[in-house]
């Protein structure tokens, strides 16, 4: 087994490698499924593992969508396309994420983002209060005429697990813990327009999937599809689009069906701006010091 320390940095390191990549392929008329299968195909080429499904996230939707199977969607012309990966070395995770503007009028939101995203990080060192990072966040958008996301957050990370409790807020929320030493944190600012609601709400389905509970299942593709899921995805969000590889055709369809309908898997909603207004992200993935930071997806 790996040192842990060394994890998560050779996961960070292909982190960037990737999400730098896929950038200069994204443009008008591309297929969704094109970038995603490319950025999860690179992953494992570069001897990683994807901690979750690519997101391709257009517009207002500002989290949780990837492609279905044979998904015929492209991007459009003057969209914000936000591409959100993850890749886990043993467990140990690195998140990160990237806004291409294809329309000069929502660059402004590009920028805040990464902006904030920049202040954020020189804040933080151990003692920091969450809520803390969060005010520089939200002060870096306004001054660049742009407005946070309010419930969308930044979070800690564990073996295995994308979300481990503690978030870093995009606003000053009552977040009162200190971050500690050791602790690794993804921290991810969505700027939005300044007259948007700032609002994520649940929308359809976004493909992405997380095994919840085993339950008794009726059909035996089922079980085998949901011991699968487990040995493979283990605590980890994953795609139906892998699932169908593996288990291809109708049979395997109806397999899959009986797993979400028995709430075996729970399926992540896509998050939607609220009044429809685009939205960009930009993530890090950080290793919190005594003095400062070590940002392993850089
Ligand atoms: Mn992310
Ligand atoms: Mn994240």
């Known amino acids: 087994m790996m040192d842990p320390l060394e994890a998560i940095r050779r996961a960070g390191r292909i982190a960037s490698n990737v999400r730098e990549r896929i950038r200069s392929r994204i443009d008008a008329g591309v297929r969704i499924i094109q970038i995603c299968e490319d950025v999860e195909g690179w992953i494992r080429e570069l001897g990683g593992q994807p901690a979750f499904p690519c997101n391709v996230d257009i517009d ?6 990837t492609s279905p199977p044979q998904d015929p969607m492209t991007v459009p012309e003057g969209s914000l396309v936000k591409v959100d990966l993850g890749v886990h070395v043993e467990g140990y995770i690195a998140d990160t994420a990237t806004t291409v503007c294809l329309d000069p009028r929502y660059e402004v939101l590009v920028e805040a983002a990464e902006e904030a995203l920049e202040e954020a990080i020189r804040s933080i060192r151990a003692g920091v209060r969450a809520s803390e990072i969060g005010g520089i966040i939200e002060r870096a958008m306004k001054r660049r005429g742009a407005a946070p996301i309010r419930n969308l957050t930044g979070h800690r990370m564990a073996r295995y697990l994308v979300h481990a409790g503690e978030a870093i807020p995009n606003i000053p929320a009552p977040h009162l813990h200190r971050l500690r030493a050791g602790d690794l944190y993804a921290v991810e600012p969505f700027a939005t327009l300044p007259e948007a609601s700032g609002e994520v709400v649940d929308g359809p389905p976004g493909n992405i999937y997380i095994f919840k509970k085993k339950k008794s299942l009726s059909g035996e593709m089922a079980r085998e599809m949901l011991r699968t899921i487990q040995s493979e995805y283990r605590t980890l969000p994953f795609a139906y689009r892998w699932v169908a590889r593996r288990f291809p055709g109708p049979e395997g369809e109806r397999a899959f069906v009986e797993l979400v309908s028995s709430r075996c898997l729970y399926s992540y909603p896509q998050l939607l701006e609220r009044s429809c ?10 290793i919190v010091t005594e003095d400062g930071c070590e940002v392993i997806t850089a």
């Open 60 to 65: 207002h939707v500002a989290a949780h969508y």
């Open 277 to 286: 207004r685009p939205v960009a992200q930009a993530e890090h993935s950080l």
